[in-house]
């Protein structure tokens, strides 16, 4: 059975074809990263736009490089939410113009749980499992009985992970996406020179990274030579990331001590990031848990995770190929 996913939930333009839910034939991603990078983030304006232009080009790639034609498609998943409804409404004006003149059937898929089913684009975890998600717009932690039982355990109360990654590296002057720039510069950096801690919480698997944010902003400002101080700007960006990733360990290893797991799934943008795949895994390890990382194309925003998650949403009755 071939899935097309369709995902358009913020900046990026994407179209898959993936067969029985884990072969992936295509996964084609067109970005508009360059276009929002001046302003410090995403704008919904340049983002809808994009996708308008090149959502068609896009899905056309996705059939021509698994050499499939639309009317081998069994199955349409399009991401409907969460994400900038603008973007959302693009993707979904397509699949559903798509689905209602060729008469194939849609299915509606959340981003936030497609990010931690794309691991089973590439591995067989057994389920149940604990599941990190962590990108720019969410920071959720699941038990996950199996694909259409997500069970929430924790959420950031306020910024995404992401989103903290994203912000510093604004305030460090740094270029936007931030999170893979600070994850480089944390490798020659020293995460023990400064103290920037994130809220426990304690007795709940929630998150805050509003406060971490706001206290390297007070001290960036007294920092006055920041600019030209490439080993303060590094070191900032280590001390910063090292309390953040300690505390998304910290909770994912307690809900697996909660709920009796000896896996970890891991999704979304910041699952990318080199110290958190390194230092999860190794502490997991001490525990006898084994932190499932997917590879970074299928972290970041894609649709070969859409169609995935949307296999194991079909309607019985597309069993055909
Ligand atoms: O999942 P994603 O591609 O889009 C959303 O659904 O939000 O995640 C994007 C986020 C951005 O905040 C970006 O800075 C962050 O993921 N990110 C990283 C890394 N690569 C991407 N954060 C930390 N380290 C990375 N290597
Ligand atoms: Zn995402």
Known sequence: MHVLGIETSCDETAAAVVRNGNKVLSNVVSSSVDFHAKYGGVIPEIASRFHVETIVQVAREALRKAKKDIADVDLIAVTANPGLVTS???????????????????VEVDHTKAHLWAIYLEQKVRLPVVGLVVSGGHTNLYYLKDALNFIKLGATLDDACGEAFDKVATILGLRYPGGPIIDKLAQKGDPARFNFSCAELPGTLDFS??????????????????????????????SFQKSVVDILVKKALLACGLKKTKDIIVGGGVAANSYLRKHLTEEAACRGIKAHFPSINFCLDNAAMIAGLGYQMRPQHTERK
């Open 209 to 238: 990274f509003s406060g971490i944010k706001t206290a390297v902003l007070y001290f960036v400002r007294k920092q006055p030579a920041l600019k030209r101080d490439s080993r303060l700007i590094s070191d900032i960006a280590a």
């Open 88 to 106: 959302l409404l693009i993707g979904i004006s397509f699949a559903r113009a798509l689905s209602f003149g060729r008469g194939v059937p849609i």
